[in-house]
């Protein structure tokens, strides 16, 4: 899911964010909607999710447009930022398999089943 | 939920097959894992958290946390077997669990851009460690115990990489031998965390490994809550 990649940097490197995704294959998840939990993904000062690299992560993948260009003030009661933010997060793409490719290197890390492997 | 449910419920989750005695794996008994999460759920609250589940083996830490109603856990191993085993175990509860292969102390040491949520501190500053805060709510982990040569400070590695990874004011739950509990309190110190013994536990290890000369032996292990400074 982009909640993980979000947080995933390439190991040993100071600007190895965000990962680039090459998928092969992907399926779509159906994820309990959580209002307050999804505000706080992007609750400043601690935000868990860099917004910046999100809408990065979503041009790459051709889903630019799906979420606002910044987070909207009063977030937290805006249910269709939340639901799309939501639905990006931990529904819209789940990798099965495909390669996570370091922006600075170039080193490549492969996703099979779903699983990741940064090592 | 009760805790007699969730042991119940945590034993159908499956240790992975072939522990590896250079990691030193030892799977968290389903009764141990239960009082963790309830001890965590009670102080810090599971539900509609970000968690991480550190050195998941076959993941019951992480599960037992979907279980109780965290909203997403991010279960790390180095062990690909391990994963595997992990896999088919989040495939039969159907929780919200995503698991990657990743060593835990590298995850920790990513230095990420400037407000980056893993907001790790700098992979050669130790010093600010903790100062940055991470995206986790709440951490747990069944580290190795760090006894072994080759496993020599991976239990300190893991309860620092822990407290990387947590937001201010999240907590690290961690077991450590009792025969640590003091370099344990000093470490976690360094690292930003308020730390104290939440359960004393006689964790049972069955003859696993070679080096196991007894068929089972009961080791004092300290049930530790380490909280990172809130702001």
């Given at each position: 899911q982009l909640l993980t990649h979000n947080m995933l940097m390439a190991p040993g490197t100071k600007n190895g964010f965000p990962l680039a995704i090459e998928v092969e294959k992907m399926e779509t998840v159906e994820s309990e909607f959580r209002s307050e939990f999804t505000a706080r993904m992007v609750q400043k000062p601690v935000t868990q999710v860099e917004y910046g690299a999100l809408l990065q992560t979503l041009a790459g993948l051709g889903m630019d447009g799906t979420l606002p260009p910044a987070v909207p003030d009063s977030y937290e009661s805006n249910e269709e930022f939340l639901r799309a933010l939501h639905h990006v997060l931990m529904e819209a793409r789940r990798v099965i398999d495909g390669t996570l490719v370091c922006p600075e290197t170039g080193k490549r890390f492969p996703i099979k089943d779903g699983i990741p492997s940064m090592l | 939920m009760k805790l007699k449910q969730l042991v119940g419920e945590l034993q159908g989750v499956q240790s992975w097959r072939h522990p590896k005695s250079e990691l030193e794996q030892y799977p968290t008994p389903p009764d141990i894992a239960a009082h963790m999460l309830l001890a965590a759920d009670a102080e810090d609250g599971l539900e509609d958290a970000l968690v991480a589940d550190l050195g998941c083996g076959g993941g019951v830490l992480g599960i037992g946390a979907a279980l109780l109603g965290a909203a997403h856990v991010l279960a790390v191993d180095l062990d690909p077997a391990a994963l595997e085993v992990a896999a088919e175990n989040v495939?039969?509860?159907?929780?919200?669990?995503?698991?990657?292969?990743?060593?835990?102390?590298?995850?920790?040491?990513?230095?990420?851009?400037?407000?980056a949520p893993s907001g790790v501190a700098d992979a050669e500053g130790g010093a600010d460690a903790?100062?940055?805060?991470?995206?986790?709510?709440?951490?747990?982990?069944?580290?190795?115990?760090?006894?072994?040569?080759?496993?020599?400070?991976?239990?300190?590695?893991?309860?620092?990489?822990?407290?990387?990874?947590?937001?201010?004011?999240?907590?690290?739950?961690?077991?450590?031998?009792t025969s640590t509990r003091p370099f344990i309190a000093k470490k976690a110190a360094e690292a930003g965390g308020e730390a104290s013994v939440v359960a004393e536990l006689r964790f049972e290890i069955p003859r696993m490994y070679k080096h196991h000369r007894q068929p089972s032996k009961d080791v004092a292990v300290d049930f530790w809550r380490a909280a990172l400074a809130a702001g």
């Amino acid at each position: 899911q982009l909640l993980t990649h979000n947080m995933l940097m390439a190991p040993g490197t100071k600007n190895g964010f965000p990962l680039a995704i090459e998928v092969e294959k992907m399926e779509t998840v159906e994820s309990e909607f959580r209002s307050e939990f999804t505000a706080r993904m992007v609750q400043k000062p601690v935000t868990q999710v860099e917004y910046g690299a999100l809408l990065q992560t979503l041009a790459g993948l051709g889903m630019d447009g799906t979420l606002p260009p910044a987070v909207p003030d009063s977030y937290e009661s805006n249910e269709e930022f939340l639901r799309a933010l939501h639905h990006v997060l931990m529904e819209a793409r789940r990798v099965i398999d495909g390669t996570l490719v370091c922006p600075e290197t170039g080193k490549r890390f492969p996703i099979k089943d779903g699983i990741p492997s940064m090592l | 939920m009760k805790l007699k449910q969730l042991v119940g419920e945590l034993q159908g989750v499956q240790s992975w097959r072939h522990p590896k005695s250079e990691l030193e794996q030892y799977p968290t008994p389903p009764d141990i894992a239960a009082h963790m999460l309830l001890a965590a759920d009670a102080e810090d609250g599971l539900e509609d958290a970000l968690v991480a589940d550190l050195g998941c083996g076959g993941g019951v830490l992480g599960i037992g946390a979907a279980l109780l109603g965290a909203a997403h856990v991010l279960a790390v191993d180095l062990d690909p077997a391990a994963l595997e085993v992990a896999a088919e175990n989040v495939e039969e509860f159907e929780v919200p669990v995503s698991l990657l292969g990743c060593d835990v102390v590298q995850l920790a040491m990513r230095s990420g851009p400037e407000g980056a949520p893993s907001g790790v501190a700098d992979a050669e500053g130790g010093a600010d460690a903790g100062a940055a805060g991470g995206a986790f709510d709440i951490v747990l982990m069944n580290p190795p115990f760090g006894t072994r040569n080759e496993s020599h400070g991976a239990d300190v590695a893991f309860l620092q990489a822990g407290l990387r990874l947590c937001r201010p004011g999240g907590a690290v739950y961690s077991l450590h031998k009792t025969s640590t509990r003091p370099f344990i309190a000093k470490k976690a110190a360094e690292a930003g965390g308020e730390a104290s013994v939440v359960a004393e536990l006689r964790f049972e290890i069955p003859r696993m490994y070679k080096h196991h000369r007894q068929p089972s032996k009961d080791v004092a292990v300290d049930f530790w809550r380490a909280a990172l400074a809130a702001g």
